[in-house]
């Protein structure tokens, strides 16, 4: 099982930054990719950027250009860099976490997410 602890959400002007970051503890067989999604009210939730076990790294078309993911694999921490905040990027930021569990299932894992608010 893994936990995940998300933090660095709040409120911003736009045009301002923020950083999330993830923290992921437990154990599970192999991590595949860890991420961010986020969900605004009345919208489905979207890719907001994700990083593989590889180092490949693929962005949400909203954050390409203002948001950088990366990641510490020695402290199991997941970042994700928001720069050039629009009004438009407010959402809860869910953490994500795809690996196979110790019983070789594929599972997603979700953090309790943060609220970002960018105010205009």
């Known amino acids: 099982q893994l936990h995940l602890v998300e933090s660095g959400g709040g409120l911003v002007q736009a045009g301002g930054s923020l950083r999330l970051s993830c923290t992921a503890s437990?154990?599970?067989?192999?991590?595949?990719?860890m991420g961010w999604y986020r969900q605004a009210p009345g919208k489905q939730r979207e890719l907001v950027a994700t990083?593989?076990?590889?180092?490949?790294?693929n962005y949400g078309d909203s954050a390409k250009g203002r948001f950088t993911i990366f990641r510490d694999n020695g402290l199991n921490t997941v970042y994700l860099q928001m720069n050039s905040l629009k009004p438009e990027d407010t959402a809860v930021y869910y953490c994500?976490?795809?690996?196979?569990?110790?019983?070789?299932?594929?599972?997603?894992?979700w953090g309790q997410g943060t609220q970002v608010t960018v105010s205009s």
């Open positions: 437990g154990t599970i067989f192999r991590v595949i990719a």
């Open positions: 994500n976490v795809r690996g196979y569990s110790t019983f070789g299932v594929q599972e997603d894992y």
């Open positions: 990083t593989n076990s590889g180092g490949g790294i």
